[in-house]
T-cell receptor, first 113, second 114 residues
């Protein structure tokens, strides 16, 4: 079964600085999707960024980018120019085709002013 | 705009009562999911459906049921509520081949069983 591991239960960053959240996963598949979701205190699950495994180019969305290392099964999220509104739980997730999302247990990000 | 809505957003119920959480999406997605979120466990899949009249058990399905009579709705029923089912429940939907297979979530339903 696929598993997703987020090894950092909590992280903190100074406002305007850069932070990287780690995620590793285990799968025997070659074609799949990876996601980062943000969950602020409101508990809404918000898509931050997604990556298709067949694409070698790392996905980027404004201040958010990923470092996708397929062979190493690693999918880290980099947040540049951190803002107070970035404070939230961040979940890494894996999906094969139309199957269920498999989530990591999350990383709580604190942004210090 | 298309969306996914859950109701009620907050509910308190008593042990042993039957409870139904509603989920309605307007994207016309075939795939719908119910997750629960508990501290220390992240999000865990309860039930899911790939289309009308299709339902499947997830990893924590005991005590829950779903039915899919149309594309838009996937209600989640707790047959006899237990205190262990106090949680935040998320409904989600997606369509294979659209939007990079992204799953979109509702805002969550907070359920307390006393």
């Amino acid at each position: 079964a696929q598993t997703v591991t987020q090894s950092q239960p909590e992280m903190s960053v100074q406002e305007a600085e850069t932070v990287t959240l780690s995620c590793t996963y285990d799968t025997s598949e070659s074609d799949y999707y990876l996601f980062w979701y943000k969950q602020p205190p409101s508990r809404q699950m918000i898509l931050v960024i997604r990556q298709e495994a067949y694409k070698q180019q790392n996905a980027t969305e404004n201040r958010f980018s990923v470092n996708f290392q397929k062979a190493a099964k690693s999918f880290s999220l980099k947040i540049s120019d951190s803002q107070l509104g970035d404070a939230a739980m961040y979940f890494c997730a894996y999906r094969k085709g139309s199957e269920k999302l498999v989530f990591g247990k999350g990383t709580k990000l604190t942004v210090n002013p | 705009d298309a969306e996914i809505t859950q109701s009620p957003r907050h509910k308190i119920t008593e042990t042993g009562r039957q409870v139904t959480l509603a989920c309605h999406q307007t994207w016309n997605h075939n795939n719908m999911f119910w997750y629960r979120q508990d501290l220390g466990h992240g999000l865990r899949l309860i039930h899911y459906s790939y289309g009308v009249h299709d339902t499947n058990k997830g990893e924590v399905s005991d005590g829950y049921s779903v039915s899919r009579s149309n594309t838009e709705d996937l209600p989640l029923t707790l047959e006899s509520a237990a205190s262990s089912q106090t949680s935040v429940y998320f409904c989600a939907s997606s369509e294979f081949g659209q939007s990079g297979n992204t799953i979109y979530f509702g805002e969550g339903s907070w359920l307390t069983v006393v």
